[in-house]
């Protein structure tokens, strides 16, 4: 390979150059290793995000990415495979009862998920409150259980896209997180390395999202959706509204308990609503033909599930862990809920101990935030809105401030948005 000076790299995006591919390969090989070091890729992250990518840029360093660590091989998995990706956001706990409900419609659905950072939950943090549940399982287990029961939630292991765990860990502390070119690389190089045949994207669009307008959201979904084509992975894209939490649960038990009401027949409708959209868009990517919605009525999901929960060492009947402390907020006064901001109830629930300051933190999973109103409801003076839930009641009152300012009630009823904003093919 090529060897190259690191700042000739650096001030050749600076002045607004495209990177050749041979120089791509390098510095992202080389900052791998440590011979490229944290300063000098933190100043070409910035370059990136200042002068942004051609896609060619894009699709090469994304390759590079993938090169940096190992391939899945799921060639030995019968069904077709078909995985979903969600940018993330607040009382998005959707994988959870969507892996084992297209399972059980016929796909080997490979979801490697990740830990919540920040204001957004990680779907690993809301499983692991399951007793006895185990996130990291070899690539053998891994594959044995996609095979044997179709669906598999899991941590992404050490081996896929290394590149992209260093330089996500450097973009977090330097302000580069927000490059169109780096997240797109960032979570289709882990995708594509993880061996699905099709994948999904939803992308969320709000206030409780990395995306906060729409026109940046059509930007990451087409972009993404590209190198998974040019990649042979059958990709599509949701646009999602994230300016509400989705569902009524926001933490790590209680959005497993929402789960499991959907899989049940139950839960709330936008759960219901999204979970069924991924699902079709996923049966229909990898080639299946059937109907998410009588599958989940037939109580087969929930079989799924259950088997996909014990095979990981968990027990699905185990009760789910209580915070030790519930206060209420009420309304204060008569009127309708004109707004629930996704971010503010995001914030209130990582204040009361469900998310993390530190990747290193652990989590509280009783902790969280209940609603008990959404957008449009009319609400009496003394009405409970919300439960906010905590292990540590010093907690509880930093909470209680954000969750009050994230409600709004006023006279009018909100002209309601849908659900999904756009798709992208
Ligand atoms: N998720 C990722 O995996 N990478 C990013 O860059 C952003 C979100």
């Given at each position: 390979?090529?060897?190259?000076?690191?700042?000739?790299?650096?001030?050749?995006?600076?002045?607004?150059?495209?990177?050749?591919?041979?120089?791509?390969?390098?510095?992202?090989?080389?900052?791998?290793?440590?011979?490229?070091?944290?300063?000098?890729?933190?100043?070409?992250?910035?370059?990136?995000?200042?002068?942004?990518?051609?896609?060619?840029?894009?699709?090469?360093?994304?390759?590079?990415?993938?090169?940096?660590?190992?391939?899945?091989?799921?060639?030995?998995?019968?069904?077709?495979?078909?995985?979903?990706?969600?940018?993330?956001g607040v009382g998005d706990?959707?994988?959870?009862?969507?892996?084992?409900?297209?399972?059980?419609?016929?796909?080997?659905?490979?979801?490697?998920?990740?830990?919540g950072?920040g204001h957004t939950g990680?779907?690993?943090?809301?499983?692991?409150?399951?007793?006895?549940?185990?996130?990291?399982?070899?690539?053998?287990?891994?594959?044995?259980?996609?095979?044997?029961?179709?669906?598999?939630?899991?941590?992404?292991?050490?081996?896929?896209?290394?590149?992209?765990?260093?330089?996500?860990?450097?973009?977090?502390?330097?302000?580069?997180?927000?490059?169109?070119?780096?997240?797109?690389?960032?979570?289709?190089?882990?995708?594509?390395?993880?061996?699905?045949?099709?994948?999904?994207?939803?992308?969320?669009?709000g206030s409780g999202a990395?995306?906060k307008?729409?026109?940046?959201?059509?930007?990451?979904?087409?972009?993404?959706?590209?190198?998974?084509?040019?990649?042979?992975?059958?990709?599509?894209?949701?646009?999602?509204n994230m300016s509400t939490p989705l569902g009524l649960a926001v933490g790590n038990a209680n959005e497993?308990?929402e789960?499991?009401?959907?899989?049940?027949?139950?839960?709330p409708?936008d759960?219901?609503?999204?979970?069924?959209?991924?699902?079709?868009?996923?049966?229909?990517?990898?080639?299946?033909?059937?109907?998410?919605?009588?599958?989940?009525?037939?109580?087969?999901?929930?079989?799924?599930?259950?088997?996909?929960?014990?095979?990981?060492?968990?027990?699905?009947?185990?009760?789910?862990?209580v915070a030790r402390e519930t206060e209420v907020l009420r309304a204060e006064s008569d009127g309708i809920v004109t707004s629930l901001d996704a971010y503010g109830i995001g914030v209130a629930a990582w204040r009361l101990g469900a998310g993390r300051a530190?990747?290193?933190?652990?989590v509280s999973?009783g902790a969280g935030v209940q609603l008990k109103v959404k957008p449009g409801d009319a609400v009496r003076a003394g009405d409970v809105l919300l439960e906010l839930r905590a292990d540590d009641p010093a907690r509880i009152p930093a909470a209680r401030a954000t969750a009050a300012e994230a409600v709004l009630i006023g006279a009018e009823r909100p002209t309601?948005t849908?659900?999904?904003?756009?798709?992208?093919?």
């Amino acid at each position: 390979m090529s060897e190259f000076a690191a700042v000739d790299v650096i001030r050749a995006k600076r002045d607004g150059h495209t990177l050749s591919d041979a120089q791509i390969d390098w510095v992202v090989d080389a900052y791998t290793r440590g011979a490229v070091a944290d300063e000098q890729m933190s100043a070409l992250a910035m370059a990136i995000l200042l002068r942004g990518m051609t896609p060619a840029e894009i699709a090469r360093w994304t390759a590079a990415m993938i090169a940096s660590g190992e391939r899945l091989d799921l060639s030995s998995v019968t069904r077709p495979t078909a995985d979903k990706h969600s940018t993330g956001g607040v009382g998005d706990k959707i994988t959870l009862p969507l892996t084992p409900l297209v399972a059980a419609c016929g796909a080997a659905v490979p979801q490697l998920s990740g830990r919540g950072l920040g204001h957004t939950g990680g779907t690993l943090d809301k499983l692991e409150s399951i007793a006895g549940w185990r996130a990291s399982i070899s690539n053998d287990e891994f594959k044995r259980q996609l095979q044997d029961v179709g669906a598999v939630i899991c941590a992404a292991g050490d081996g896929l896209a290394p590149a992209d765990r260093k330089l996500y860990a450097l973009r977090d502390v330097t302000g580069t997180v927000e490059a169109i070119p780096l997240i797109a690389s960032s979570i289709m190089s882990k995708k594509i390395a993880e061996g699905t045949g099709a994948l999904v994207l939803d992308v969320k669009v709000g206030s409780g999202a990395f995306m906060k307008d729409l026109a940046t959201a059509r930007e990451l979904a087409s972009t993404m959706v590209r190198l998974g084509k040019d990649s042979g992975v059958n990709t599509i894209a949701l646009l999602t509204n994230m300016s509400t939490p989705l569902g009524l649960a926001v933490g790590n038990a209680n959005e497993v308990a929402e789960s499991v009401e959907v899989l049940a027949g139950g839960g709330p409708s936008d759960v219901v609503e999204l979970t069924l959209a991924l699902a079709r868009e996923m049966l229909a990517a990898a080639g299946i033909d059937a109907d998410p919605a009588k599958v989940l009525e037939s109580g087969a999901a929930m079989d799924t599930w259950r088997a996909m929960i014990r095979a990981q060492g968990g027990d699905p009947d185990a009760p789910l862990p209580v915070a030790r402390e519930t206060e209420v907020l009420r309304a204060e006064s008569d009127g309708i809920v004109t707004s629930l901001d996704a971010y503010g109830i995001g914030v209130a629930a990582w204040r009361l101990g469900a998310g993390r300051a530190r990747k290193e933190d652990p989590v509280s999973f009783g902790a969280g935030v209940q609603l008990k109103v959404k957008p449009g409801d009319a609400v009496r003076a003394g009405d409970v809105l919300l439960e906010l839930r905590a292990d540590d009641p010093a907690r509880i009152p930093a909470a209680r401030a954000t969750a009050a300012e994230a409600v709004l009630i006023g006279a009018e009823r909100p002209t309601s948005t849908n659900l999904v904003l756009d798709r992208i093919a």
